[in-house]
């Protein structure tokens, strides 16, 4: 099983609609978590830290379940703009070194 | 404006020839790091520096070398060791603090290799 499991997609939503992916993660001790945008050929750059609690930050919600091992990623009306492939991201603690681990991504595509 | 500066974007190399890849960062961090990444896979760290004169090897450092002389630069060079060296190469950079681990990234730098 991989450390960190993503739906590839692509994903292909009409403009306004509201779209939803999960990532899951191998690791209970995982510690923190977060999802970063990367858009076509450019580098990834942080979209939001996903907290316990869950967060939003306008148009998008992040929220963990510990329990099941996984983080999702809401954006409610979307944009054009929206279109980019979004990483999750886990950070666990191993032998007492922490390390990031990338997931492949999630293809989205928002349509006019 | 702070941030993380890859050099060059674009690079044709080569089989068997090896290249550097150059990154400064003016944010003040302390670490610094090499991730690679490849069509349908998530990005893999190569190697990684937490202070200036120090690094250890990440998942895939076999094939790649880097120095950490100063703290604003960890150059990254790919060797002709290195047996598929032709993907996209991000630096990236973060404060050493005791919680979350946020990146900072470069733009990247394309290696192609011939």
């Known amino acids: 099983r991989k450390e960190v499991e993503q739906d590839p997609g692509p994903f292909n939503v009409p403009e306004g609609a509201t779209v939803a992916f999960n990532c899951t993660y191998s690791?209970?001790?995982?510690?923190?978590f977060f999802w970063y945008r990367q858009d076509c050929r450019k580098e990834p750059k942080l979209l939001m830290s996903?907290?316990?609690s869950g967060n939003e930050d306008g148009r998008f919600t992040a929220q963990l379940n510990r329990a099941s091992q996984y983080i999702s990623l809401l954006i409610r009306d979307s944009k054009l703009s929206d279109s980019a492939t979004y990483l999750c991201?886990?950070?666990?603690?191993?032998?007492?070194?922490?390390?990031?681990?990338f997931g492949t991504g999630t293809r989205l595509t928002i349509i006019p | 404006d702070g941030g993380i500066t890859q050099s060059p974007k674009y690079l044709f190399r080569k089989e068997g020839q090896n290249v550097t890849l150059s990154c400064e960062q003016n944010?003040?961090?302390?670490?610094m790091y090499w991730y690679r990444q490849d069509p349908g896979q998530g990005l893999r760290l190569i190697y990684y520096?937490?202070?200036?004169?120090?690094?250890q090897k990440g998942d895939i450092a076999e094939g790649y070398s880097v120095s950490r002389e100063k703290k604003e630069s960890f150059p990254l060079t790919v060797t002709s060791a290195q047996k598929n060296p032709t993907a996209f190469y991000l630096c990236?950079?973060?404060?050493?603090?005791?919680?979350?681990?946020?990146?900072?990234f470069g733009a990247g730098s394309r290696l192609t290799v011939l």
């Open positions: 990236a950079s973060s404060p050493i603090t005791g919680g979350a681990n946020v990146l900072t």
């Open positions: 690791n209970s001790a995982s510690q923190s």
């Open positions: 996903v907290y316990s």
């Open positions: 991201v886990v950070n666990s603690l191993r032998f007492g070194n922490e390390k990031l681990t």
């Open positions: 944010l003040n961090h302390d670490a």
């Open positions: 520096s937490q202070i200036v004169n120090d690094f």
